[in-house]
C-alpha cells in the first residue's frame, strides 16, 4: 500500500511562487496521484491529476498558476503569482486498490 | 454539470448506526470507470478514504473499519449509501461523498460533495 508524505506547512508571499511536495513511499515511485485544494470552512476541491510528465485533466476553473512536476517519486504543486485564495490545505491522493491521502499542506499566505 | 450532496443525520448516539446519503447528478452510477467514494475529516485533521463501489458493483473498504462499513447504491435514485455500525465519538467529523473516475491506468477522485458535519454524543 503507498504511503503519502506532505510536509505540515509552507508559506509564501503574495506574488511569489511556492512548491509544495507529496512523496510516494518505496516501490510505489510511478504512481500517479491527483492535487486537492480545501479553503477554509469549505470542501476538498480537485485541482488536477499528477502522470509522470504533467497535469493531466485539469479540474474546472483551476487558473494556470497551478502546475505539476516530478522527479523520480517526488511530485511537486508550483502555485505562481499566489494569491489570497491560495491560502488552504492541499492534499495529494492516489490509488492501489484502495485510496490514500497524504497527510495535507497547510499554505499560509503571507 | 457533476454535482454530489450529501444527507443524513447531524447528531447520532454512541452505539447506533449512522447511514448517509449520496445524492449525484450530471452523471450515471452506472457508467463504466466511474465511481463513488466516501471520506471522512475528523475536525482539525486530514482525509481518510471510507469506502468505494464502482459501476459494477464491486466494493471496497479500509481495513481497519471494513467490519463497521457497508455502501450500496440505489442507480435509479442516483444515490449512493453508507452505512457505518457502532458509531463513536471519534467518529465525529465532515463525511464526504466524492466522484472517483479512472484515467490513465488510476482511479482518482474528481469531483467532491459539499460535505456533512455529523457528530457522535450522548
Known amino acids: 500500500q503507498p504511503v503519502l508524505t506532505q510536509s505540515s506547512s509552507a508559506s509564501a508571499s503574495l506574488g511569489s511562487s511556492v512548491t509544495l511536495t507529496c512523496s510516494l513511499s518505496s516501490g510505489h515511485s510511478n504512481y500517479i496521484i491527483a492535487w486537492h485544494q480545501q479553503q477554509p470552512g469549505k470542501a476538498p476541491r480537485y485541482l488536477m491529476k499528477h502522470e509522470g510528465s504533467g497535469a493531466y485533466n485539469r479540474g474546472s476553473g483551476v487558473p494556470d498558476r497551478f502546475s505539476v512536476s516530478r522527479s523520480g517519486a517526488d511530485r511537486y504543486l508550483t502555485i505562481s503569482n499566489v494569491q489570497s485564495e491560495d491560502e488552504a490545505d492541499y492534499y495529494c491522493?492516489?490509488?492501489?486498490?484502495?485510496?490514500?491521502f497524504g497527510g495535507g499542506t497547510r499554505l499560509t499566505v503571507l | 454539470q457533476v454535482t454530489l450532496k450529501e444527507s443524513g443525520p447531524v447528531l447520532v448516539k454512541p452505539t447506533e448506526t449512522l447511514t448517509l446519503t449520496c445524492t449525484v447528478a450530471?452523471?450515471?452510477?452506472?457508467?463504466?470507470?466511474?465511481?463513488v467514494t466516501w471520506i471522512r475529516q475528523p475536525p482539525g485533521k486530514a482525509l481518510e478514504w471510507l469506502a468505494h463501489i464502482f459501476s459494477n458493483d464491486d466494493k471496497s473498504y479500509t481495513q481497519r473499519l471494513r467490519d463497521r462499513l457497508n455502501i450500496s447504491k440505489d442507480t435509479s435514485r442516483s444515490q449512493v449509501l453508507l452505512a457505518m455500525t457502532n458509531m463513536d465519538p471519534v467518529d465525529t467529523g465532515t463525511y464526504y461523498c466524492a466522484r472517483v473516475s479512472y484515467s490513465l491506468g488510476s482511479y482518482n477522485v474528481d469531483s467532491w460533495g459539499q460535505g456533512t458535519l455529523v457528530s457522535v454524543s450522548s
Open positions: 491522493e492516489t490509488w492501489d486498490k484502495f485510496w490514500v
Open positions: 450530471g452523471f450515471s452510477l452506472n457508467n463504466a470507470g466511474m465511481g
